[in-house]
Nanobody, 126 residues
Framework: QVQLAESGGGLVQAGGSLRLSCAASGRTFRNYAMGWFRQAPGKERGFVSGISWSSSSIYYSDSVKGRFTISRGNAKNTVYLQMNSLKPEDTAVYYC???????????????????WGQGTQVTVSS
């Protein structure tokens, strides 16, 4: 029902910035919350940030709070993750995900999200 495609990853030096984009397509006939997760080698996929359909609910993990900003495009089907002051520990594959079971509740549990993009690599060099 929903296809997600991330873009914007790459290699950046510590202290630099990247902006990830996630474009959703397909026929959903409903509003939905979206989230960003990341997975480093040998680690579980973890919550980075999430945003409700109306953008009234936004959450960040403690590790990125104050450095990353999530936003939703005017058409609601695109979500951005502005990443500033990047650190080597931010290196991971970043995934966007959609939770079609809710429009205004943002979950940090990856199991709540039924649709995932293919991921985009972010590498931060020291």
């Amino acid at each position: 029902q929903v296809q997600l495609a991330e873009s914007g990853g790459g290699l950046v030096q510590a202290g630099g910035s990247l902006r990830l984009s996630c474009a959703a397509s397909g026929r959903t006939f409903r509003n939905y919350a979206m989230g960003w997760f990341r997975q480093a080698p040998g680690k579980e996929r973890g919550f980075v940030s999430g945003i409700s359909w109306s953008s009234s609910s936004i959450y960040y993990s403690d590790s990125v709070k104050g450095r990353f900003t999530i936003s939703r495009g005017n058409a609601k089907n695109t979500v951005y993750l502005q990443m500033n002051s990047l650190k080597p520990e931010d290196t991971a594959v970043y995934y966007c995900a959609a939770d079609l079971s809710t429009s205004e509740i943002v979950s940090a549990n990856p199991r709540e999200y039924g649709y995932w993009g293919q991921g985009t690599q972010v590498t931060v060099s020291s």
